[in-house]
């Protein structure tokens, strides 16, 4: 073995020349990984989940507004735009709130056009 007869400096040096490489590469495996792994979409960030968790939210409401609607006309796609977000409007309130959310009212009044 070349390492017995060098000076323990010598040893170190040689090992690091060693261990160069792959220290090198999991330092830039460190840094890339995240980025690469955010920008191909494999990360969920914490406004993309909310942003998601959201969107569920106003289509389940949008839903329950559609069932309660229909008992009042029967079939809201014949209707026009007005009387659509009229009756979207109208259902989209929730019980304890002052005002409808438009983000429901908006989505329930795209559900009854079509």
Do not use: H
């Not at 007005?82 to 009756?87: F, T």
Request: aromatic share 6%.
């Amino acid at each position: 073995m070349a390492l017995q007869g060098m000076t323990p400096m010598q040893s170190a040096a040689a090992r690091w020349e060693t261990a160069k490489p792959m220290v090198i590469a999991l330092a830039i495996g460190l840094v890339a990984g995240p980025v690469i792994s955010n920008y191909m979409g494999w990360q969920v960030t914490s406004g993309a989940a909310r942003a998601e968790t959201r969107d569920g939210i106003i289509e389940q409401l949008a839903q329950i507004c559609d069932q309660r609607a229909r008992t009042e006309v029967a079939d809201p796609s014949k209707l026009d735009w007005d009387a659509r977000s009229a009756l979207a409007k109208k259902w989209a309130i929730a019980p304890g709130t002052p005002f409808g959310d438009l983000d429901v009212s908006g989505a329930y009044a795209q559900k009854l056009a079509g």
